[in-house]
């Protein structure tokens, strides 16, 4: 009796433990009562990752569409072109002289753009596109000089380490308007322009191109020309070299009538192997819909400012490389991550090959398509 006693107290006891042990809530669903509905927070906790992906690319798509918008729906200079025939309305073919970046334009145009680059992070890659510009410089489509302020010209004024900085520059562009901003740019740049007067060279092209202006020995040049067009030869002194150690070009691709053969005319001029070229271009990006943007505005944008700015860079990038003997990519990235893809960094470099005969203007007959 005793003993059945005993068994029956124990297995109360262990009834008695069985029963506590499932009041308590276990580990996994303390917390929890199924009963409740969906909280904010209980909904934050389950689904932060997705939302929080999801509010980033709509911040970096209304980011880019804002741009964009200002970009494309800013109206022109009141001061347009007094001669709007000059531009028929069927012309697609770029020729760097839109009618409304013409005269007083030109320089209202330039700075108007101090925002939208700033805004964008461009002014912050102009300033890593200035730093790489050492030796003869060449940059080709310079517009208003907006790099200017970037580059080390220490070694134009003499105070400059040994192979640091510039030891002559040519900047090169279709529009006399665009170049005369420069001109007033260069001055206030570069103080050994401040007392400098200029050495004028007339037009010598068929086209009233070839112009330029010349300042210290010819070893700072602008210069009035078109990019299809042969390329002046770098300043020789003191070296014997005709070509150039770095060739800068921003936005000029979509600016071209033939951007792959303005490519192939560069690598015609650069030094081969140890010189570079160096592109900031705008173009289309990683997203089918920002394309789709750019193309449906491409034609307006394009009739304002003479840019298309929907071209695909890496492809015209990679077409020259194919067509161009010993011209390689040695870096192409998209930076700003802002910006959608649109905006491309391209560095390139001539490797010498066998039987390279290539010539640079000073060495020979060169000619650009």
């Not at 080390?152 to 520059?169: E, H, K, M, P």
């Not at 770095?246 to 303005?262: A, H």
């Not at 001539?350 to 005969?357: F, L, P, Q, S, Y």
Request: charged fraction near 20%; glycine fraction near 10%; hydrophobic fraction near 35%.
């Amino acid at each position: 009796m005793d003993r059945n006693q005993k068994a029956i107290g124990g297995g109360e006891r262990r009834l008695t433990k069985i029963s506590s042990t499932a009041r308590k809530p276990s580990s996994q669903t303390a917390g929890v009562n199924p009963s409740q509905p969906d909280t904010l927070q209980s909904l934050w906790q389950r689904s932060w990752l997705p939302l929080s992906g999801a509010a980033l690319l709509a911040g970096f798509l209304g980011f880019y569409i804002v741009g964009t918008a200002a970009a494309t729906l800013q109206e022109p200079c009141p001061c347009g072109s007094s001669r709007p025939h000059e531009r028929r309305h069927d012309d697609t073919t770029p020729t760097g002289r839109p009618p409304a970046l013409t005269g007083d334009n030109a320089e209202q145009f330039d700075r108007e753009l101090d925002f939208p680059e700033w805004w964008m992070g461009i002014t912050k890659l102009r300033r890593r596109l200035g730093e790489q510009a050492r030796g003869h410089v060449l940059e080709l489509a310079m517009g208003t000089g907006r790099n200017l302020q970037h580059y080390n010209w220490d070694g134009l004024a003499g105070t400059g380490i040994a192979n640091r900085g510039i030891t002559s520059f040519t900047g090169l562009d279709i529009s006399v308007d665009m170049l005369d901003v420069a001109r007033k740019r260069l001055a206030r740049t570069v103080p050994p322009l401040r007392h400098a007067e200029p050495v004028v060279q007339k037009a010598a092209m068929a086209d009233h191109t070839g112009g330029q202006l010349a300042f210290l020995n010819n070893r700072l040049r602008l210069v009035h020309s078109d990019a299809h067009h042969a390329l002046p030869a770098a300043e020789t002194a003191p070296s014997s070299t005709t070509r150039y150690d770095t060739i800068i070009q921003t936005f000029g691709l979509c600016s071209v009538s033939d951007p792959v053969t303005v490519l192939c005319n560069l690598a015609s001029v650069l030094q081969p192997n140890t010189g570079r070229i160096v592109l900031l271009e705008h173009g289309k990006g990683w997203f089918g819909l920002v394309n789709g943007l750019l193309d449906r505005n491409a034609r307006r944008h394009f009739d304002k400012y003479g840019c298309w700015w929907n071209r695909d860079i890496e492809a015209l990038v990679d077409e020259a490389v194919q067509r161009t003997p010993g011209l390689e990519v040695v870096r192409l990235a998209r930076p700003n991550l802002l910006q959608m893809g649109t905006l491309v960094w391209v560095e390139l470099r001539v490797r010498e090959t066998g039987g390279d005969a290539r010539r640079a203007p000073g060495e020979g007959s060169a000619s650009g398509a």
